[in-house]
């Protein structure tokens, strides 16, 4: 008989976001004569930089002749592709890598779950809490976890709680943990990790071979020169770190997929007997035999998006996402919540009023405003009493959320 990975039935029924577009579907079902504005998914509403467009035309006829046609590509990337990468991203933060540390991919979810692949299934996993559920739920499916708790964190993770009191900056987990788990900046807090916290983590990974996953899906966001955008800007971040970098948001890239992993040539882990193995090398095995790289169209707009003209051009619309987050946190502020994040990362991170329930409140701005947001208990336990606001909206649905916001507080 076929049988299934008993593991899947431990996650709930539905993904967070699924859930929130359930209650969302049928809120509008109930009251179709609602203008329901998002606040909650980190989907871009803004379109694509004029020059992606124009390198993504030019590649499609590139299609449509003989001469220039493109079949497969390299299953790791064209190589204009990663050259740009390590050009625009890296060299200017003092960062030196080689072109086959650098692995092209459909998206940064996808990466963070399939690397797990190359790990043994008795790793021990450790996660910031609030965390992106992608990160728990993927190893929850490979078994890497014990049974759900009634708070919703699972037996066998180390969970290290993020809160105001330590800035929402986890401290170094008490017991070992082989596989750590960092966001920066931070989905769904906002917080920012300055220079020495990404020192202790990487001195505390050498000391413990363990390995960090670094998802740096929003290190665009970051305005602040002394905050880090790579963790290998850290001294020895190349023996213990992976990096996940996307252009979903950076270039508006979250309908047309791609992104990269960076898998430092340096980087290791180690046999049951102690003895290392290099994980690069095991990246590309497993990407050159499950993976088929990215369209070739899709990596000349995304090469495009790293040029000078592309790169200026994806810069205003970060700044206008940024001008939409920075207008949330002070009206918000203004109306007497604690607001936290919407500085250097799109979300805002912010307190529901009165002890409510995230949830509570999550229904609470969806009746009164009709506005979604996303209740932070949904990225772990110590997401309760919060809600994430995306700042991804359009400038004229910001606009419509503020009127709302102002009229429900008069």
């Known amino acids: 008989m076929a049988t299934i990975n008993e593991h899947f039935l431990k996650l709930p029924a539905n993904y967070l976001f699924s859930e929130i577009r359930k209650r969302v579907r049928d809120f509008r079902t109930n009251h179709p004569e609602a203008h329901i504005i998002s606040l909650g998914i980190g989907d871009v509403t803004q379109p694509l930089a004029p020059a992606v467009v124009a390198a993504m035309k030019r590649a499609v006829e590139e299609m449509s002749k003989q001469e220039t046609f493109h079949g497969y590509g390299p299953w790791e990337g064209y190589n204009f592709l990663r050259e740009a990468i390590i050009k625009r991203d890296f060299n200017p933060r003092g960062v030196e890598l080689d072109l086959d540390e650098v692995f092209i991919s459909d998206g940064s979810k996808c990466d963070l779950a399939n690397l797990q692949e190359v790990f043994g299934p008795d790793n021990v996993v450790a996660v910031a809490d609030p965390v992106f559920p992608v990160y728990v739920d993927t190893n929850v499916m490979a078994g890497r976890t014990g049974e759900r708790r009634e708070n919703g964190q699972y037996e066998g993770i180390i969970y290290m709680p993020c809160t105001p009191g330590n800035d929402f900056t986890p401290e170094l987990p008490g017991t070992h943990a082989d596989l750590v788990y960092l966001c920066y900046p931070n989905n769904p807090t906002g917080a920012v990790a300055t220079k020495e916290a990404l020192e202790t983590w990487i001195n505390h990974a050498r000391e413990h071979r363990s390995i960090i996953l670094f998802d740096a899906a929003y290190a665009a966001y970051i305005a602040d020169p002394a905050i880090p955008q790579s963790i290998y800007e850290i001294e020895g971040a190349k023996e213990v770190a992976v990096e996940f970098r996307s252009f979903s948001k950076s270039a508006g890239f979250t309908g047309i997929r791609c992104a990269y992993t960076v898998v430092p040539k340096d980087l290791q ?142």
């Open 269 to 410: 882990a180690y046999h049951g007997d102690g003895s290392p193995v290099a994980v690069n090398p095991l990246w590309f095995r497993r990407q050159s035999t499950k993976f088929n790289s990215v369209s070739y169209i899709t990596q000349r707009g995304a090469a495009a998006a790293l040029g000078n003209e592309g790169w200026k051009q994806c810069q205003q619309t970060i700044a206008t996402y940024m001008r939409s987050a920075d207008r949330l946190c002070k009206a918000f502020t203004n109306l007497g919540y604690t607001v936290y994040g919407g500085t250097d990362a799109p979300y805002i991170w912010m307190e529901t009023p009165d002890g409510q329930s995230s949830w509570d409140f999550f229904h609470w701005l969806l009746d009164k405003a009709h506005v979604v947001c996303t209740p932070g208990s949904g990225f772990g336990a110590a997401g309760e009493g919060f809600v994430r606001l995306s700042a991804f909206a359009t400038p004229a649905n910001v606009d419509g959320v503020l009127e709302r916001i102002e009229e429900l507080a008069r």
